[in-house]
């Protein structure tokens, strides 16, 4: 069976299965959210403002409303509404339901079912822009609503063992054509009941099955890309699992990543390498959330055939001074991050810097993902800056396929999370750099 997989933020997401409660305090939702201009950022969703104990939410939300304050949900429909709330203002002129005059409200364009206007006017005026992704914005407001189902555990779905050798699958059609049964999986999903409570509870009718099948596999795309993207790296550096165990660390790990993080999520990695030495997993961020992956990772190696994840709340070059300086944590093989961003401003090169330079002259094979075009220009414009010996960049054959809205500016082109890669490992070696060796970790 062919999936439709050409058509993926991150958006966040925090549903607690324990629902509904009686009272389910909640901190601020963008109710009080001033629409954006800038790029994307996976914060700004929906789902993420619905979670009950997140940190970092509240400085989210201070960055939105400027003050803090307690919003509570009493049952799923409230839950949905809150969410959906939290795309409410005229994708024409930014009006938020506040701002709106007496008799007016914010209605749905009745094709994607995920932008709002103010007026018939400000839609009209919008709709030679808004028509380029109305398409796709439609895809998006499916997704946001079933990507609930990951944190009740129907998503990510069992997958295959592996049938091809890894060097063979260089794609998602190759992964796809090792899952035979695939559409009863996909079909198991849509019967369960907690899709059905979602569709009672969602302010939008039930799409087709069609549509929900291929939705739950932009969801799983999205979750699998990040593994198979490391498999992809693994192989791309000539690391030989089956040589030795392997530490690989994820680095700027974001909520979204380790949200509800499960000790096995980068189990696909044992199916592409099976009888590996064992692999180690470390998650390290500022963002990282508290959740089962948060411990100690691995002094001694670990488990032959099983990935070992851990996580460790923290900025990176911090990590590796405190943790992996006092032998604590095994020195990476490898190091991913997803989305880094440090292209965005000023103040996210400095944070990034320390560990830039300690990737850098500790010699760290390295694969960083970025959503787009402009955004990989600009980081390896960075990174070359830093004199890296860049190896490689490109689009990334394992990108997620669930399209990504910038919320605060939906008719923005809509982009796919790792869709593209840069890979890099030391200093670039030219003549001019031979005075620079040796002289630039200054942590
Ligand atoms: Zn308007
Ligand atoms: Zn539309």
């Not at 949200?259 to 692999?279: C, N, V």
Request: some cysteine.
């Amino acid at each position: 069976m062919y999936i439709y997989i050409c058509i993926c933020i991150c958006i966040s997401q925090a549903f607690t299965q324990d629902l509904p409660p009686p009272l389910h305090p909640i901190p601020a939702t963008s109710q009080s959210f001033t629409p954006r201009t800038d790029s994307v950022f996976s914060d700004s969703s929906g789902f993420f403002s619905m979670d009950t104990n997140v940190p970092g939410l509240s400085k989210l939300c201070l960055s939105k409303s400027g003050k803090p304050k307690g919003i509570s949900f009493r049952n799923y429909k409230e839950m949905f509404q809150k969410m959906e709330e939290t795309f409410k203002f005229c994708t024409g002129c930014n009006a938020l339901p506040e701002n709106l005059i007496e008799g007016q409200s914010l209605k749905r364009c009745i094709k994607c079912l995920n932008v709002y206007y103010c007026t018939k006017e400000c839609q009209k005026n919008n709709w030679p822009l808004h028509k380029k992704v109305c398409k796709t914005l439609r895809l998006v407001a499916i997704d946001r609503l079933v990507e609930w189902l990951m944190f009740l555990g129907d998503l990510p779905f069992p997958t295959n063992k592996w049938t091809k050798p890894t060097s063979q699958v260089k794609c998602w059609d190759d992964w796809l054509s090792m899952q035979d049964d695939l559409s009863a999986r996909l079909d198991a999903i849509l019967a369960s009941p907690n899709m059905e409570t979602l569709w009672k509870n969602a302010s939008r009718p039930r799409p087709e099955d069609p549509d929900l099948r291929q939705s739950v596999w932009r969801i799983q795309s999205e979750f699998l890309s990040r593994v198979l993207t490391v498999g992809m790296a693994i192989q791309q550096f000539s690391l030989d699992p089956y040589a030795k165990p392997l530490t690989i660390h994820i680095i700027g790990a974001s909520h979204n990543e380790t949200m509800g993080a499960k000790l096995t999520d980068y189990d696909e990695l044992s199916r592409m390498f099976p009888e590996h030495q064992g692999i180690e997993v470390v998650m390290v961020g500022p963002e990282v959330v508290d959740g089962p992956i948060m411990r100690p990772p691995l002094r001694a190696f670990g488990p032959r055939k099983r990935v070992f994840m851990s996580a460790h709340k923290g900025l990176y070059h911090e990590f590796w001074e405190d943790v992996v300086e006092k032998e604590e944590a095994a020195r990476p093989d490898l190091v991913l991050g997803f989305h880094p961003g440090f292209h965005a401003n000023q103040g996210l090169i400095e944070g990034w810097l320390p560990t830039l330079l300690l990737l850098r002259d500790y010699n760290v094979p390295t694969l960083f993902t970025v959503f787009n075009e402009n955004e990989l220009k600009y980081s390896l414009e960075i990174l070359l800056e830093l004199e890296m010996n860049i190896q490689d960049s490109g689009a990334n054959p394992f990108s997620s396929q669930k399209p990504e809205q910038v919320q605060s500016s939906p008719n923005t082109k809509p982009v796919y999370c790792s869709a593209h890669y840069i890979r890099f490992q030391g200093l670039l070696q030219s003549p001019s750099n031979s005075s620079v060796l040796g002289k630039s970790l200054e942590l």
